[in-house]
């Protein structure tokens, strides 16, 4: 499960690594509007856009939507979450589509691909670390995947790490972590945080550059990327250079403009992303933790610069514009990168989708340019 969504990591994470790529098809009503906290919400105002017809995919993206359905997946939201995990991914859909076209399914290659087990905050990790061609030090990048913080591992995303490695130049550290609602927020949090030390006091033994370390997450990952740099400074830890954040999850409010467009999107919904907040949290409530709605936070200044990459055809566009907005407002550098036409998942599908390959290439090119800052 590529997928799983949700990343995608609790609901402003990215329910994703997310939230997700474990999504499925079949399109649900979305209920009653309502904010993350489950509190009935007072109307927002929307733009005209908010109110018009959905974004419609382009081509490319379409084709591994309509493979994605005819994998046969359920609606994750009717699931338990250890069914949800068994269901056909958007990952799965790329390489059922490449198949059908007559193109190689194996994954992009990386000079060196290794699995291990770090020390987490509850018990070892699983990282997976990616080192592409070249002589080192090499700068280093930790690497979240989303999910929802309930769904996907590492091999959902790893076409995402591999990608990464080649395009930065960077050996990548792609990283799991404890899941909901076998652990619940804020676990997940907990060990990503974990991971990212384990990066600062190993890069050199894995042939990296100490002094050169990013992070980089999508969808839930991308929201605990972002808490990495808030904890780093706050813990006065060594700062990442920059953070690449993939459509994060960075609010608490699902009746956002991106939410009321794209309630029944595909391979990401408003019904799904309430049903990862479910299997999540303790309760709603917990989804106002300055973690998890990083964009209404007000302490952001002295973070590290930020790339965020955004897809039109996603509930959670406006959490990563709210996200740089905030940043902006606390005076640190953020680029926004957004791309129409195409869904939440879709940064990793380069294989696939064009504006997934440029998605990635520009994402690399952030993370060379920051590394290359004195």
Sequence with gaps: MRHAILTVGVLAAALATACHRNDNDAASTPPASSTMAGAPAAPSTMSPAANATPPKADAQMQAVLDQLAKLGGKP??????????????????????????????????????EDRTIPGAGGPIPIRIYTPEGKGPMPVVLYIHGGGWVIANLDTYDASPRALANASGAIIVSTHYRQAPEHKFPAAHEDTLAAYKWVLANAAKLGGDAKKIAVVGESAGGNMAADIAIAARDQKLQAPVHQ????????????????????????????????????????????????????????????????????????????????????????????VQKYDGVTHEFFGMGAAVDKAKDAEKFAGAQLKKAFATP
Excluded: C
């Design 76 to 113: 994750i939201e009717t699931l338990t979450p250890d069914e949800a995990r068994m269901q056909p991914s958007p990952a799965d859909a790329v390489k059922a589509l490449l198949e059908s076209q007559g193109k190689p399914t194996t994954p992009e290659p990386v000079a060196k691909v």
């Design 244 to 335: 690449v954040l993939v459509y994060p999850v960075a609010n608490n409010d699902m009746n956002s403009p991106s939410y009321v467009q794209n309630a029944n999107a595909k391979p990401l919904n408003k019904p799904m992303m309430e049903w990862f907040v479910k299997h999540t949290f303790d309760n709603a409530d917990q989804t106002a933790d300055p973690r998890i709605a990083i964009a209404k936070r007000k302490d952001l200044a002295g973070v590290a610069p930020a790339t965020i990459i955004l897809a039109e055809i996603d509930p959670l566009r406006s959490d990563g514009e709210a996200l740089a907005d905030a940043l902006k407002a606390a005076g640190v550098d953020a680029t």
